[in-house]
C-alpha cells in the first residue's frame, strides 16, 4: 500500500510538473500611482493597451513614458524601458531625461548660443558650458495638459499639449505644441508631434527612454545586436559638439550597417568614442527623400528574442549607450541606472544644426507647422 501511495505521489508530482506555466503578462501602475501635482497642475497616468496584451503607460509630467509592456519568445511580458513607480519618485529624480519628450531642443547647442534673423540668443547652459535638451527646466519638468482620444486608424491615443512661452529657457516666441501617443494592432508605438509659433524660433523635441530589451537593468544593454541604416555620422569635439563635418561610418567603429552586438566595439581606441565615453553620436540615416518615414535602426536582444524597429521621418537619431549612468538612482522593480543598463534612441534633427548651415534647418516661422513622426515596433524573433 505504501509503495502504491509514493507512485501515486510521484506521477502526480511530474504531472504537475509537466503543466505548463502560464506566461506573465504585464505589471501596470495604478493611476493613484501617480495622483500628485506640480505647481498646481495635477498629474496623471494614462494607459493604452492593445489586443496582443502590450500595454504603455504615460505621464503628463515631462509627457512621459512610463513603461512599454511587449512580448518575449516566451510570451512573458518584459518591460523594455526605465522608469519609476510613482509620479512623486519622477519629481525627485536626478535624471530628468528618463522617458520625457524633451526640448525646445533636443540634444545641444554650442554654448546655448545661436543668432536667427539677426538677433543673438542665448539659451541656458545645463551641460558644461553648453545647452542640452532644452534646458534645466524644458520641456521634461513641465505638467503637460492631456487627453485620451484616437488616431486616425480609430487606435486608443493620448494627446498631450504645453504652450512654452517666449523666452522660456531662452528660446524666442511662444510654441504651441502637441504629442500624441497611439498604440497600433502590430504593436508599434507611434509617437506624432505637431507645433507652431507665433514668432520664429528653433525646434528639435524627440522622446528620451532609456531602453533595455532584457526587461530589467540586471544585464547590460551591450548584449543587444544593433543595426542602424546610416552611411555617416556627424563628429563632435570633446563638449559632443558637432564640428560641422558629415564623415563616413565605413572602416570606424561606428559602423552598424551590419547587425553588431553594442559591447563589440565600444571601448576601441577611436577619438569620438573616447570623446563620449562609448556611443553618444548623430547618425546621419539614409533616406530617399526628406521627410520619408524609413527604418533609422533595429535593436534585438537574443535572451529575450525581443526585436525593436526605430522608424521616424527625422534626418538624424542619437544613439546614447548609457555611458553617464553610475547605479545611484534606484527605479522601477528595484532595477538601477548601472552603466550601460540602459540606450536612448532619439529620432531627432541634427545637434547644434543652428549653427551649421550645411545641417538640415531647425528653424520654425508662423504660419508654418512642424511635424514629426516617430514609431518604436516590436516583434519577437525565436
Same mark, same amino acid.
Not at 86 to 100: E, F, Q, R, V, W
Given at each position: 500500500?505504501?509503495?502504491?501511495?509514493?507512485?501515486? !505521489?510521484? !506521477?502526480?508530482?511530474? &504531472?504537475?510538473?509537466?503543466?505548463?506555466?502560464?506566461?506573465?503578462?504585464?505589471?501596470?501602475?495604478?493611476?493613484?500611482?501617480? &495622483?500628485?501635482?506640480?505647481?498646481?497642475?495635477?498629474? /496623471?497616468?494614462?494607459?493604452?493597451?492593445?489586443? #496582443?496584451?502590450?500595454?504603455?503607460?504615460?505621464?503628463?509630467?515631462?509627457?512621459?513614458?512610463?513603461?512599454?509592456?511587449?512580448?518575449?519568445?516566451?510570451?512573458?511580458?518584459?518591460?523594455?524601458?526605465? $522608469?519609476?513607480?510613482?509620479?512623486?519618485? %519622477?519629481?525627485?529624480?536626478?535624471?530628468? #531625461?528618463?522617458?520625457?519628450?524633451?526640448?525646445?531642443?533636443?540634444?545641444?547647442?554650442?554654448?546655448?548660443?545661436?543668432?536667427?534673423?539677426?538677433?543673438?540668443?542665448?539659451?541656458?547652459?545645463?551641460?558644461?558650458?553648453?545647452? +542640452?535638451?532644452?534646458?534645466?527646466?524644458?520641456? *521634461?519638468?513641465?505638467?503637460?495638459?492631456?487627453?485620451?482620444?484616437?488616431?486616425?486608424?480609430? #487606435?486608443?491615443?493620448?494627446?498631450?499639449?504645453?504652450?512654452? =512661452?517666449?523666452?522660456?529657457?531662452?528660446? @524666442?516666441?511662444?510654441?504651441?505644441?502637441?504629442?500624441?501617443?497611439?498604440?497600433? @494592432?502590430?504593436?508599434?508605438?507611434?509617437?506624432? %508631434?505637431?507645433?507652431?509659433?507665433? &514668432?520664429?524660433?528653433?525646434? /528639435? @523635441?524627440?522622446?528620451?527612454?532609456?531602453?533595455?530589451?532584457?526587461?530589467?537593468?540586471?544585464? *547590460?544593454?551591450? *548584449?543587444?545586436?544593433?543595426?542602424?541604416?546610416?552611411?555617416?555620422?556627424?563628429?563632435?569635439?570633446?563638449?559632443?559638439? =558637432?564640428?560641422?563635418?558629415?564623415?563616413?561610418?565605413?572602416?570606424?567603429?561606428?559602423?552598424?550597417?551590419?547587425?553588431?552586438?553594442?559591447?563589440?566595439?565600444?571601448?576601441?581606441?577611436?577619438?569620438?568614442?573616447?570623446?563620449?565615453?562609448? %556611443?553618444?553620436? /548623430?547618425?546621419?540615416?539614409?533616406?530617399?527623400? @526628406?521627410?520619408?518615414?524609413? +527604418?533609422?535602426?533595429?535593436?534585438?536582444?537574443?535572451?529575450?528574442?525581443?526585436?525593436?524597429?526605430?522608424?521616424?521621418?527625422?534626418? $538624424?537619431?542619437?544613439? %546614447?549607450?548609457?555611458?553617464?549612468?553610475?547605479?545611484? +538612482?534606484?527605479?522601477?522593480?528595484?532595477?538601477? /541606472?548601472?552603466?550601460?543598463?540602459?540606450? &536612448?534612441?532619439?529620432?531627432?534633427?541634427?545637434?547644434?544644426?543652428?549653427?551649421?548651415?550645411?545641417?538640415?534647418?531647425?528653424?520654425?516661422? =508662423?504660419?508654418?507647422?512642424?511635424?514629426?513622426?516617430?514609431?518604436?515596433?516590436?516583434?519577437?524573433?525565436?
Amino acid at each position: 500500500m505504501k509503495k502504491l501511495f509514493v507512485v501515486a !505521489a510521484a !506521477a502526480l508530482m511530474a &504531472a504537475c510538473g509537466n503543466q505548463k506555466k502560464e506566461p506573465a503578462g504585464p505589471q501596470l501602475f495604478n493611476d493613484q500611482d501617480f &495622483a500628485t501635482e506640480l505647481n498646481g497642475k495635477a498629474i /496623471n497616468l494614462y494607459t493604452l493597451q492593445n489586443e #496582443n496584451g502590450m500595454a504603455v503607460q504615460i505621464t503628463n509630467y515631462g509627457a512621459r513614458l512610463v513603461d512599454i509592456w511587449v512580448p518575449d519568445k516566451d510570451g512573458n511580458f518584459q518591460d523594455v524601458i526605465m $522608469g519609476f513607480e510613482t509620479g512623486d519618485a %519622477y519629481l525627485k529624480a536626478t535624471d530628468i #531625461n528618463n522617458g520625457p519628450i524633451v526640448g525646445r531642443y533636443g540634444n545641444r547647442i554650442g554654448k546655448g548660443q545661436f543668432t536667427l534673423d539677426g538677433k543673438d540668443y542665448q539659451l541656458t547652459i545645463n551641460d558644461g558650458e553648453n545647452h +542640452l535638451h532644452g534646458g534645466t527646466n524644458g520641456f *521634461s519638468g513641465k505638467v503637460w495638459d492631456a487627453k485620451m482620444t484616437k488616431d486616425a486608424s480609430g #487606435n486608443d491615443a493620448v494627446e498631450m499639449t504645453y504652450v512654452s =512661452p517666449d523666452g522660456e529657457e531662452g528660446y @524666442p516666441g511662444t510654441l504651441t505644441i502637441a504629442v500624441t501617443y497611439s498604440l497600433t @494592432p502590430k504593436n508599434e508605438l507611434v509617437i506624432n %508631434y505637431k507645433a507652431t509659433t507665433d &514668432a520664429p524660433t528653433i525646434l /528639435n @523635441p524627440t522622446s528620451h527612454s532609456y531602453f533595455n530589451l532584457h526587461g530589467t537593468n540586471e544585464f *547590460s544593454t551591450n *548584449s543587444h545586436i544593433m543595426t542602424i541604416y546610416a552611411d555617416s555620422f556627424t563628429p563632435t569635439d570633446k563638449g559632443l559638439i =558637432p564640428t560641422g563635418e558629415i564623415v563616413a561610418v565605413g572602416g570606424t567603429p561606428l559602423d552598424f550597417r551590419v547587425p553588431t552586438a553594442i559591447g563589440d566595439r565600444i571601448d576601441q581606441d577611436f577619438e569620438p568614442l573616447v570623446f563620449a565615453g562609448g %556611443y553618444d553620436h /548623430n547618425w546621419v540615416l539614409n533616406k530617399p527623400e @526628406p521627410k520619408a518615414l524609413t +527604418l533609422a535602426a533595429e535593436v534585438y536582444e537574443p535572451r529575450t528574442g525581443i526585436l525593436m524597429k526605430i522608424l521616424t521621418d527625422q534626418p $538624424g537619431m542619437q544613439f %546614447y549607450s548609457g555611458n553617464f549612468m553610475t547605479g545611484d +538612482l534606484e527605479g522601477k522593480r528595484g532595477n538601477k /541606472n548601472n552603466y550601460r543598463s540602459g540606450i &536612448a534612441l532619439e529620432t531627432q534633427n541634427f545637434p547644434d544644426a543652428i549653427n551649421h548651415e550645411n545641417f538640415p534647418s531647425p528653424i520654425l516661422r =508662423p504660419g508654418e507647422v512642424y511635424t514629426q513622426t516617430c514609431v518604436y515596433a516590436f516583434e519577437v524573433r525565436k
